[in-house]
């Protein structure tokens, strides 16, 4: 299955773990990274010290455990530095304009995330990932853009259904209008 980061939560990733599905799915922030190379700083450039429960930054200084969260159902930690003031990272680490000091947050999947990093960042990851721009998405802006089906005229959810049931009946009986018309003509 694959699915484009708009699909992606935390939540999901945590269901696709636990049922093991072979799922291609970025989160949104890989994507950005691919487009906008990967961010000097990330969270992957700070080192886990498990004795104390600390991170360490690239210029060494310490990020201690500040509290626990959670977002959209995944739980994460805080880990806030306190030296940044003179950095010469500054600039390059910390992004948001009034934080003075780095925090990261890690997060209960993140071990998750960076396997499905690896795997989209390889040959088959890509190809088969990329295979949904040449199947779904043109289903989609034919749909849309083409037969001008861009709202609902029903409301409800079964009402609805039924609705995009003959909307996609419609869609099939064209592409099998356009595969036999060479053979008949
Ligand atoms: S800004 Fe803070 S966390 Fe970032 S590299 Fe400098 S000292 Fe480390």
Redesign the pocket.
């Known amino acids: 299955m694959s699915a484009d980061a708009g699909y992606y939560s935390g939540l999901t990733y945590k269901f696709i773990e636990e049922e093991n599905i072979d799922v291609y799915l970025p989160e949104s922030r890989f994507e950005k990274e691919t487009k906008r190379g990967r961010l000097v700083?990330d969270r992957s450039n700070?080192r886990y010290n498990n004795q104390k429960d600390e991170y360490i930054?690239?210029?060494?200084?310490k990020?201690n455990f500040a509290f626990n969260g959670i977002r959209n159902g995944v739980k994460y930690k805080t880990y806030k530095?306190r030296?940044?003031k003179n950095?010469?990272?500054?600039s390059?680490?910390?992004t948001k304009p009034t934080a003075k000091?780095?925090q990261i947050l890690i997060y209960e999947n993140d071990e998750f995330k960076k396997k499905m990093r690896e795997k989209l960042s390889t040959e088959e990851g890509k190809r088969k990932y990329s295979l949904r721009l040449k199947t779904v998405e043109p289903v989609f802006a034919q749909i849309k853009y083409i037969m001008g089906f861009n709202r609902f005229l029903l409301r409800g959810l079964d009402k609805a259904r039924v609705e995009f049931s003959l909307v996609c009946t419609a869609y099939n009986i064209k592409k099998i209008a356009n595969y036999i018309k060479p053979a008949t003509i």
Do not use: H, S
Request: hydrophobic share 30%.
């Open positions: 700083y700070f930054c690239a210029e060494g200084k990020l530095a030296e940044c950095c010469i990272r500054k390059e680490c910390i000091n780095r």
